[in-house]
């Protein structure tokens, strides 16, 4: 959560104090990302569901809604979106794909988060935390005016709950070259649990760079850090499958926080970390701000640092 400055306008500072010319911050610094802006978008999904039948689910109305506001968002702020459409067995479905039109398109830097939720309930921690998280970096790059070194892209993915549909339509409908471009493919899937544990995926040896990156930026925070094999539970799956390097996060789902968990991260030991997981009670009131507010700013510290790393020489 350190003050961020970017370069390219002489001396420009974001938030903070004034520094002299000379003692500008590189663009790696870490951006404080917005938590009150962040539950703005957590809000709009609640609407979206509450006004459409209390779901955004795969081919249920709220989640066409979820998809064209957070298309028009970006829109908005300068990306070049795309509705990709696709057949599930509940009927047509979308994911939303917005790309930052400058940089180097040979090195594509990706995150993600599934946009649908199950058809039981509004799906805000599972999953508009993630969903929110990522769109508000996203728009924050968009407004840093920073100059990027690589391509920037971000995925919104449909039908998740369905078996992880969209992200995999995604990543078989790329050609061979444009896959051979993907860096870096990160995940944020409930971030924001009301009991909330700090996980880091331990799943795929090419991606430990970035794993090892979320854990050292958890650990400047304070905040300690568990891996955990998610077995390929969420939209990094396809990726992974492909060899490409992925990392996430994770604040917990159905399982049990034990004890030693609850004296580390505080919350209630004995109780699920997300005891509304995949149930009507997944509402706005399902949330834990202060764990969101964290885990949005590592998405906010990987998409600076990732955006500016050099692969040319890989
Ligand atoms: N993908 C699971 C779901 O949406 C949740 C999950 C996320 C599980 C990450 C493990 C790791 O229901
Ligand atoms: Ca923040
Ligand atoms: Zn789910
Ligand atoms: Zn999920």
Redesign the pocket.
């Known amino acids: 959560m350190r003050t961020f400055l970017y370069s390219g306008l002489g001396t420009v500072l974001v938030a903070g104090a004034v520094l002299a010319p000379g003692n500008i911050a590189t663009a790696a610094e870490s951006p404080d990302i917005s938590v009150t802006n962040t539950k703005a978008h957590l809000d709009q999904f609640q609407s979206i569901a509450t006004g459409n039948g209390g779901n955004r689910a795969a081919g249920r109305p709220g989640y066409k809604a979820s998809a064209d506001w957070v298309k028009a968002k970006l829109d908005a702020a300068g990306y070049t979106t795309t509705l990709q459409s696709f057949p599930t067995w509940a009927g047509t479905s979308y994911n939303v794909i917005a790309e930052w039109p400058h940089g180097d398109a040979n090195h594509v830097v990706m995150a993600g988060s599934?946009l649908d939720s199950v058809s039981a309930g509004p799906g805000i921690n599972?999953?508009g935390s993630g969903s929110a998280g990522v769109l508000e970096t996203a728009l924050a790059y968009a407004a840093s005016g920073q100059t990027p070194r690589n391509r920037l892209r971000f995925g919104f993915w449909g039908a998740?709950?369905l078996g992880l549909v969209g992200s995999r339509y995604y990543v078989n409908n790329l050609p061979t070259a444009e896959r051979d471009k993907l860096k870096l493919y990160l995940n944020f899937?409930?971030i924001a649990s009301p009991n909330p544990g700090y996980f880091v995926y331990d799943d795929n040896p090419a991606g430990n760079g970035a794993r090892d990156d979320l854990v050292a930026y958890f650990t400047q925070q304070n905040v300690q850090t568990e891996f955990?094999d998610?077995q390929g539970?969420?939209d990094h799956a396809a990726f992974r499958a492909l060899g490409i390097p992925t990392a996430g996060t994770?604040a917990g789902?159905e399982e049990t926080k034990t004890s030693a968990q609850a004296a580390k991260w505080g919350g209630t030991a004995g109780q699920a970390f997300d005891r509304c997981?995949?149930r009507s009670c997944d509402t706005i009131s399902n949330l834990d701000l202060t764990s969101l507010d964290h885990q949005i700013d590592a998405i906010g510290h990987m998409i600076w640092t990732y955006t500016q790393k050099d692969y040319t020489a890989s």
Do not use: P, T
């Open positions: 599934h599972d999953n998740e709950e899937d409930m955990i998610v539970r969420s994770f789902a997981y995949h």
